[in-house]
């Protein structure tokens, strides 16, 4: 698999070699679309970025580069289960990749889990309890995506959400064993995305045929914040008196150590081990990369993305905020930037910088300069810590929707 970017003039006839499915590999509803199982490596790379356009609200979490550095990471910690729907074959079948359903399966909770693991966001809300020896579909790489969804374009949510049910209801694909799945557990499902919906229809629809019990419960939250000028001072006016007040002069203290400037630089290898560096220093155990296998996981994943999403170009979305206080790198982030949002995955700060307030001090500048930028909308991701109030964002929720069979 190719690291640079694939030409856009790839010709489709790839999938027209693909033989028909089995019985009990593929499904069709009554609108004929067809889910075949594909492994990732075998979706075309123009097919995915296609459909990835064509989605509605897409995030930089169904980017293919970041399918591809969780697959390399964690690609032993789960079974890729991804669906490509295309038209079913015949004599003048397109068979074009119409939408792309990246999935997987695992035991809800798996022995490696505990020496793997690391905190990438706070623990979610409880919700619906399933049995930890459930063999569950979950939505591929989402265990450090903060969103998830079908790639497909909104237009054709409903025959291919039906497409996919079908698929589900039939008898387990024969490459992963004879074990039927006890449970779809589908989350970081958006609210406003039309997806969701489609699902929760789909499954509803043949929830009494097959015994299924469906439910959609809120998972989590997002603060947004979104802002209406290129102007930082008039973003703050917006905020609570107090809250306006604290960022002022947390500010006005770093800079009093050295003038505030902020690096937007590239995910270069260097860049991507200052982030690691300082928010191991600010972090340790309690973050993504402790000492363990799951932090060596973790560094491989992120030095991966980077690596990945340099050899994007200028159709890059992940960078790296450096933010100095004079010459002393006291804050990084770790965000991706679609041109409207910024996508704040993850930071580092310097734990001996405290009198520096990098926390606040480095969110400020680099909120600054993102809007300067011309960037609307400032996403702090999944989990309602207080800080991500004081800038005055606003919840986004996230939903799960939960199919049992009656066993499960």
């Given at each position: ?152 374009a909104p237009h054709q949510l ?54 299924w019990r469906v439910l959609r ?192």
């Amino acid at each position: 698999m190719t690291n640079s970017p694939a030409r856009m003039d790839i010709s489709y006839t790839l999938l027209a070699t693909l033989p028909s499915a089995p019985a009990g590999d593929s499904a069709r509803d009554s609108s004929n679309r067809v889910c075949i199982p594909l492994g990732f490596d075998r979706i075309p790379r123009a097919s995915w970025d296609e459909v990835y356009r064509a989605t509605a609200g897409v995030t930089p979490f169904s980017r293919w580069t970041f399918h591809r550095a969780w697959w390399d990471a964690y690609g032993t910690t789960a079974h890729e289960q991804y669906l490509a729907c295309v038209e079913p074959a015949g004599e003048d079948a397109d068979r074009r990749i119409r939408a792309i359903v990246p999935l997987m399966h695992r035991h809800e909770a798996e022995k490696q889990d505990e020496l793997t693991a690391t905190v990438l966001r706070h623990r979610s809300p409880a919700g619906t309890n399933v049995r930890a020896d459930a063999k569950a579909i979950f939505f591929g790489a989402s265990y450090h995506a903060d969103y998830a969804t079908l790639l497909c374009a909104p237009h054709q949510l409903g025959e291919t959400t039906g497409a996919v049910v079908e698929a589900l209801a039939g008898p387990p694909n024969g490459r992963h064993g004879n074990q039927p799945w006890d449970v779809a557990d589908l989350r970081r499902l958006r609210s406003s995305d039309p997806a969701l919906a489609n699902l929760e229809d789909a499954f509803r629809s043949r929830a009494e045929a097959f015994g299924w019990r469906v439910l959609r419960e809120q998972e989590d939250v997002c603060p947004v914040v979104s802002v209406s000028s290129r102007d930082f001072e008039e973003h703050l006016a917006t905020l609570g008196r107090k809250a306006r007040h604290e960022i002022k002069r947390k500010m006005r203290r770093a800079e009093s150590a050295g003038p505030l400037t902020i690096e937007v630089a590239a995910p270069k290898r260097e860049q991507i081990d200052a982030f690691i560096e300082l928010h191991q220093r600010r972090f340790a155990s309690a973050g993504l990369f402790p000492d363990t296998e799951g932090g060596e996981r973790s560094r491989y994943f992120v030095r991966r993305l980077g690596e990945l999403e340099l050899a994007e170009g200028e159709a890059r979305q992940l960078h790296l905020a450096l933010v100095r206080s004079g010459d002393r790198l006291i804050f990084t982030a770790l965000a991706f930037d679609d041109g409207q949002t910024c996508y704040l995955y993850n930071a580092g700060m310097d734990p001996d910088a405290s009198e520096l307030s990098p926390g606040v001090s480095g969110t400020a500048v680099y909120i600054r300069d993102r809007m300067a930028a011309g960037r609307t909308r400032f996403d702090f991701m999944r989990g309602n810590e207080p800080y991500k109030y004081e800038w005055g964002a606003r919840d986004e929720h996230i939903e799960r929707l939960l199919v049992l069979r009656q066993q499960a």
